[in-house]
């Protein structure tokens, strides 16, 4: 209960209006262009929106991430997001409406403010914009799926044998540049013979299993917060 009342705390803040939300945003600088103010979160070169605002889900794991960590600091990620899930699915559906409705509150005041910079650019300043905003938007995808997936704890991907080999003897090496310690691992490697090799293979073929297991538990926590868009599409599960 001490931790649902320090939740409600931060709620109180997620319930003010559009404005209120983006009181935050930063002070408003004269744009290096013509045609007006343009917020500092939106950049001198108006490259760029303004970010997304978080689904209700994420923000709940984003503000409770913190606070499990703090009460169990030597759990994985992936369990405390277990136990975030958990906690979620339990809210009683008037607390977690309040999360959805700041979503939507967010939502809408990115989209006004959107429309808001659109309107007050020329039309080739609209098309430098367009292009620059692609171009950006290709670069940072994988890089923001990336943060959000470690964020909800996906399970690291498995390891082969030759690269378990490499973070074994990596550790171990003392002298010279990395690109001088991988070429000595590199060849240390080749020079294994298939017994000792084996032991490697061994160790990838366990850590394969140990992958397969955490992502299907996690996949199916994605379903129960309804993150479907994160379960591989060979996979189905089904919420309980």
């Known amino acids: 209960m001490a931790l649902l009342r320090g939740v409600w705390g ?36 108006f490259i ?52 959805e409705d700041a979503y939507r509150t967010d939502w809408q005041a990115y989209k006004e403010e959107i429309n808001r910079i659109k309107e007050q650019l020329t039309p080739s300043q609209l098309v430098s914009l ?30 082969s044998a030759y690269n378990i080999f490499i973070a074994e003897r990596f550790q171990e090496a003392k002298d010279g540049t990395s690109q001088v310690k991988l070429k000595t691992i590199n060849e240390s490697w080749k020079n294994l013979s298939s017994s000792q090799k084996q032991v490697y293979i061994q160790l990838a073929k366990d850590d394969k299993v140990r992958y397969y297991n955490e992502m299907k538990s996690w996949e199916e926590q994605m379903v129960e917060v309804g993150r479907d868009d994160l379960v591989r599409r060979s996979v189905k599960y089904t919420a309980k």
């Open 48 to 99: 760029g929106y303004p970010k997304k605002p978080m689904t209700s889900y994420v923000r709940f794991s984003k503000e409770q991430l913190p606070i499990f960590k703090a009460q169990n600091p030597d759990a994985k990620n992936s369990e405390l997001i277990k136990k975030i899930a958990e906690l979620w699915r339990e809210l009683p559906e008037a607390e977690k409406k309040m999360y």
């Open 10 to 45: 931060v709620l109180s803040a997620l319930g003010k209006s559009g404005a209120d939300l983006c009181a935050g945003c930063g002070s408003r600088l004269r744009s290096p262009l013509s045609f007006g103010n343009v917020p500092r979160w939106f950049s001198s070169n």
């Open 130 to 159: 367009e292009k620059e905003i692609m171009q950006k938007r290709l670069k940072k995808k994988a890089l923001i799926k990336k943060r959000e997936l470690t964020m909800l704890g996906k399970p690291k991907r498995p390891r």
